[in-house]
C-alpha cells in the first residue's frame, strides 16, 4: 500500500474511535452498560444522521446544527476527535508494522477511552483500568513487550506514586480524597504497558504539567474554593507523549 495512503486510512481509523469514543463518554454516566448508547445524540437522546458518524464530516458539519435537534456542533469536540487518528499516524512512524505498533495501538485507545471519560463525568471506570492491566501483563507475560517483572515493577510504582501521592495530599490539604481510586489505577496501567521506568518518566510529566496547570488556576480563580484538577489527562497525555519519544521501542 501507498504510504500516503496507509497514513490516510489510520488517521480516518483513528477519527473513527474518537467520534465513538467520544459519544461513549458523553453517555456512560447515563447507562454505563447500554454500549448501544453510544450512536444517540448526546443532547437529545436520538439518532442523528449518519454523517455525523463519520471522520472528517464531523468538522465539516461543525458550524451546523444536528440533525436530530437544534443542538450545534462544536469545533472542539471534531478536533479531539481528531487526534486519535494523529497518535495513530505517529505510532507508525515510531513502531511501523510490529507487533509493538498494534500494542501502541492498544494502549493509547485505552489511553483515550480513559480521558474522556474522565473529562466527561470525573472518573475513569474499572473497565478500561482493570482491563488495561491485564492485558499490559498478559502481554509482558507471553510477549515479553515488556518484560513481567517490568511490567509488575511498572503497576507497583506507577500506582503507588499516586497513592503516596494522594495520602500526602490528603495530609496537608485535609482532603481525604486528594486523589481518585481511578486515577490511582489507571497510572498502575500505564505502568503495565510502559514498564517501571518508562511509566515513571510518564506519571512524573503529568504530575508536573498537573501542578503548573494548577498553580495557574489558583492564581486565575484566587479565593475560589472547591475548583478540582481533572488529572486523567494529564496521566494520557505524559504516557502518549512517552510512547512516542521515548526509547526507540519502549516495549523490550
Known amino acids: 500500500m501507498n504510504m500516503v495512503m496507509l497514513y490516510i486510512v489510520l488517521f480516518l481509523l483513528g477519527n473513527l474511535v474518537g467520534i465513538y469514543l467520544h459519544h ?6 447515563r447507562n454505563p452498560k447500554e454500549w448501544s448508547a453510544i450512536f444517540k445524540c448526546e443532547e437529545c437522546g436520538q439518532r442523528p444522521g449518519w454523517l455525523q458518524f463519520l471522520p472528517i464530516s464531523r468538522m465539516v458539519l461543525s458550524a451546523s ?7 450545534k456542533n462544536r469545533l472542539k469536540n471534531s478536533l479531539l476527535e481528531a487526534l486519535p487518528g494523529l497518535i495513530y499516524v505517529g505510532l507508525y512512524l515510531k513502531f511501523e508494522n510490529s507487533l509493538d505498533f498494534l500494542l501502541a495501538i492498544v494502549f493509547s485507545t485505552l489511553l483515550l477511552a480513559g480521558m474522556w471519560i474522565d473529562l466527561e463525568q470525573r472518573l475513569i471506570p474499572n473497565v478500561i ?6 492485558i499490559g ?10 518484560v513481567f517483572l517490568d511490567s509488575v515493577l511498572g503497576i507497583l510504582i506507577c500506582g503507588g506514586f499516586l497513592y503516596l501521592g494522594g495520602l500526602l495530599g490528603g495530609y496537608l490539604f485535609h482532603k481525604p480524597n486528594a486523589m481518585g481510586g481511578g486515577d490511582i489505577k489507571y497510572a498502575a496501567m500505564i505502568g503495565s504497558f510502559l514498564g517501571w521506568e518508562n511509566g515513571f518518566w510518564a506519571v512524573y510529566v503529568a504530575t508536573v504539567a498537573a501542578t503548573m496547570y ?25 504516557a502518549v507523549l512517552i510512547l512516542l519519544l521515548g526509547n526507540a521501542y519502549v516495549f523490550f
Open 65 to 71: 446544527a444536528h440533525s436530530c435537534c437544534s443542538t
Open 24 to 29: 461513549l463518554a458523553s453517555y456512560y454516566h
Open 129 to 134: 483500568t482493570i482491563a488495561g492491566i491485564v
Open 137 to 146: 501483563l498478559s502481554s509482558a507475560l507471553f510477549l515479553r513487550r515488556p
Open 214 to 238: 494548577g498553580v495557574i488556576v489558583l492564581l486565575k480563580h484566587r479565593g475560589e474554593k472547591g475548583r478540582e484538577i481533572c488529572f486523567g489527562p494529564f496521566l494520557a497525555g505524559g
